[in-house]
């Protein structure tokens, strides 16, 4: 059996460290970009929940730090992410046998704009929604209400990430 040689190892490792500065973990290829800021999404929804366009918000912000070197700034960034939470309604999912629901569904869309001011051909306005599926007999508030927001808003927020850095 033979073992592995020290200057193969060596070059592996130069390769990989080499190829970090194209590629991150989170799957990023290079950003052209220093700076970027999440403009406050305002809720355009017809049903309104207080508070979850600032939760909202602040979510796309802290995905954005913690999967970027990109520096947060209020103004003048060479990213931008504006737009509106234009939907959020709950609906009956399931039916009992005595027709009465089971479950709901919480579902929320919100309407991305992303401006790239050094690459313009990477801007788009593309609505992204996601769900969370409750049982009925619970109230939508305290707990389960930030349960859904959690799991809704970390789809979305992957989700745009994707988009407008990631390109998948």
Not at 122 to 133: I, L, M, N, Q, T
Request: aromatic content about 12%.
């Amino acid at each position: 059996m033979k073992k592995f040689s020290p200057i193969i190892a060596i070059l592996f490792i130069a390769l990989g460290l080499q190829s970090c500065k194209y590629y991150n973990f989170t799957g990023t290829g290079k950003i052209d970009a220093d700076s970027f800021q999440v403009n406050y999404f305002q809720n355009n929804a017809p049903l309104v929940e207080p508070g979850i366009e600032r939760t909202f918000t602040l979510a796309l912000q802290d995905l954005i730090q913690g999967q970027t070197s990109l520096t947060l700034t209020n103004s003048d960034a060479d990213l931008i992410y504006e737009g509106e939470i234009v939907d959020y309604r709950i609906s009956p999912m399931t039916a009992t046998a005595d027709q009465r629901a089971a479950q709901n569904r919480l579902y929320i869309a919100i309407n991305v704009r992303f401006i790239n001011k050094k690459n313009p051909e990477d801007d788009f306005e593309k609505r992204f929604s996601f769900y969370h599926d409750y049982e009925a007999n619970a109230q939508l508030v305290g707990g389960t209400l930030s349960t859904a927001l959690d799991e809704i808003f970390e789809r979305i927020t992957q989700d745009v990430f994707n988009e407008s850095l990631a390109k998948w």
